[in-house]
């Protein structure tokens, strides 16, 4: 029996070392081990690079639907970014070139059918976003009525893009994944 090591896909390219930023070109995944040269299948994304989107953040959204993007973020989505339905009860924000590259995975590995749905579910309720001079961002009250968001929320980095989830509702979710904590890879 090997060892572990060898059930993982194995990175082929990846730059960018500890810090926020990072760019994935190639994975080799290979059950028997990997080793230079050594065959096997072989996944093949399009290089990307982005800033990762790690942290949360307690904020508000005011009366009039707007909520301050953290200012770590903000850097991030200068060239625009889309938001969204995400998955479970929040929004995600995508930077653009992301949410255009995410699309194009997604809409890859759907049959026809499933593909229409998956696009009536998102992109209706789609918009871009724009920051305002204090780095506000506005939400629908259609995406907010969607993921139950009143007044106090929790912005969330998750590496590719970020959440907004309702505070209560986020830290309900994060104590389930607490208790389910032996099961994470760190």
């Known amino acids: 029996m090997g060892n572990l090591g060898e059930l993982k896909p194995k990175v082929v390219s990846l730059h960018g ?33 982005f800033d990762m989107f790690v942290n949360e953040y307690e904020h508000t959204i005011d009366v009039k639907g707007r909520m301050a993007v ?3 973020f903000r850097a991030q989505i200068d060239r625009g970014a889309v938001i969204s339905k995400g998955m479970g009860t929040c929004l995600s924000v995508y930077p653009r070139e992301r949410w255009d590259e995410k699309s194009a995975e ?17 992109y209706p309720s789609a918009s871009e976003v724009e920051l305002d001079a ?30 907004i989830w309702d505070r209560a509702t986020w830290r309900t979710y994060q104590e389930r994944l607490e ?3 032996e099961n994470i890879p760190f």
């Not at 070109?25 to 690079?49: D, F, H, I, W």
């Not at 997604?106 to 998102?122: H, T």
């Open 134 to 163: 204090q780095g506000r961002m506005s939400i629908s009250a259609r995406l907010r009525a969607y993921a139950r968001l009143e007044s106090e929320v929790t912005v969330a980095g998750v590496r590719d893009h970020f959440e």
């Open 17 to 49: 070392g500890w810090g926020n930023r990072a760019s994935y070109s190639r994975t080799r995944e290979n059950v028997s081990g990997y080793s230079p040269g050594a065959a096997g299948p072989t996944r093949l994304t399009k290089s990307c690079t």
């Open 179 to 181: 208790k389910e904590g």
């Open 70 to 72: 953290p200012a770590k």
């Open 106 to 122: 997604l809409a890859a590995g759907k049959a026809s059918d499933e593909l229409r749905d998956f696009e009536r579910r998102i």
